[in-house]
């Protein structure tokens, strides 16, 4: 599997302390929840409830995968049916990490929410969960972390491509190398060449014209993309 955020002892019981935190407020709120009915049938991804029917006492929950945000840059977009670029240019680094939140219950284990978390202001070495989300993308993004552990070459960095404008999340992956010596400028940081080794489509829109849950090329991610209608909103 492609490399993950690895975080330091002390930030994960931080961050779990945090997650935890936010899972007691949703027991709280909801004590006695219940599977909403679907309408007309059809289940929606707002009547996702993985609290119904667990008692707190026997659950456990685990902090589990912590990805980079990576989005789309300012304007790029609107670019997409247009450039020849690669993500490597396209896409710029948020700051948050998005964490997995895994439910073990009833002998069975489970990817149910995720937290995102920022920089704490003056404490860079600290984190703070901005956002906790139960929702079913965190299964999807557990599911395309599971494709990854097959068909990724493991020295490959992973990334996550949150694009909520598309209604697209993906994991992307790249690896990294020292540009030859004579490309180096005397007294200035190393300059390393990045290149994309596929990407693999967690969640998008049934029109989305790439398959979902396979390794496809950032050349076909960035013609998919560039087919997509926008809107507003979150992937929650």
Avoid at 35 to 48: C, L, M, N
Avoid at 105 to 132: H, I, K, T
Wanted: aromatic share 6%; glycine share 6%; proline share 7%.
């Amino acid at each position: 599997m492609a490399d993950l955020v690895q975080l330091s002892d002390e930030l994960s019981r931080s961050v779990a302390r945090q997650v935890g935190d936010r899972i007691a407020e949703e027991y709280a709120s909801a004590p006695d929840a219940v599977h909403p009915d679907p309408v007309d049938g059809v289940a929606r991804p707002s009547d996702f409830s993985p609290l119904a029917g667990v008692d707190v006492a026997a659950a456990e929950f685990r902090l589990a995968e912590t990805f980079e945000v990576w989005r789309l840059r300012d304007g790029a977009e609107k670019e997409l049916g247009t450039t020849g670029e690669d993500l490597v240019t396209l896409a710029r680094q948020t700051g948050a990490y998005r964490h997995l939140i895994r439910l073990a219950y009833g002998g069975a284990e489970r990817a149910v929410a995720f937290a995102q978390s920022v920089v704490r202001v003056g404490a860079p070495d600290e984190r703070v969960v901005r956002d906790f989300y139960f929702s079913p993308l965190a299964a999807e993004l557990d599911e395309a972390v599971m494709v990854a552990d097959k068909v990724v070459p493991e020295e490959a960095v992973t990334r996550l491509l949150c694009l909520p404008e598309l209604k697209v999340e993906a994991l992307w992956f790249v690896t990294t190398a020292a540009a030859p010596a004579s490309r180096q400028n005397a007294g200035a940081p190393p300059t390393r060449y990045i290149t994309t080794r596929g990407v693999i489509v967690a969640s998008a829109p049934p029109r989305f014209p790439e398959p979902t849950m396979s390794l496809i090329s950032s050349t076909a991610f960035v013609r998919a993309l560039a087919g997509m209608s926008q809107g507003m909103g979150l992937l929650l």
